[in-house]
């Protein structure tokens, strides 16, 4: 049985095509992500603890070390209950 050549060709643009949407994709979400791996399945907890890293680091990937928050961290609160 004769091997169709013609079909090689658009068979291999599209594998690279979606080689590169692929890789593009992966990119482009660890440039969201502060270079890590995307999250998922995230539950309540883990989503008040993104916000608390991101109201203390500015990023909702970032982490900090220094065991007492920043001054500001008083007044960034995710709860406006009163107006200062």
Same mark, same amino acid.
């Given at each position: ?20 949407? %692929?890789?593009? $994709? &992966? ?5 969201? &992500?502060? %270079? =890590?791996?995307?999250?998922? =399945?995230?539950?309540?907890?883990? #989503?008040? $603890?993104? #916000?608390?890293?991101?109201?203390? !680091? ?7 070390? &220094?065991?007492?928050?920043? =001054?500001?961290?008083?007044? &960034?609160?995710?709860?406006? !209950?009163?107006?200062?």
């Amino acid at each position: 049985m004769p091997v169709p050549w013609e079909a090689l060709i658009p068979f291999g643009l599209l594998t690279a095509m979606f080689g590169a949407a %692929g890789t593009l $994709m &992966n990119v482009s979400q660890r440039a969201q &992500n502060d %270079g =890590k791996a995307p999250r998922y =399945k995230l539950d309540s907890w883990e #989503e008040s $603890m993104m #916000e608390r890293d991101r109201r203390l !680091t500015g990023s909702k990937r970032g982490q900090s070390t &220094n065991p007492l928050a920043p =001054k500001e961290f008083s007044l &960034n609160s995710v709860w406006q !209950t009163e107006n200062l």
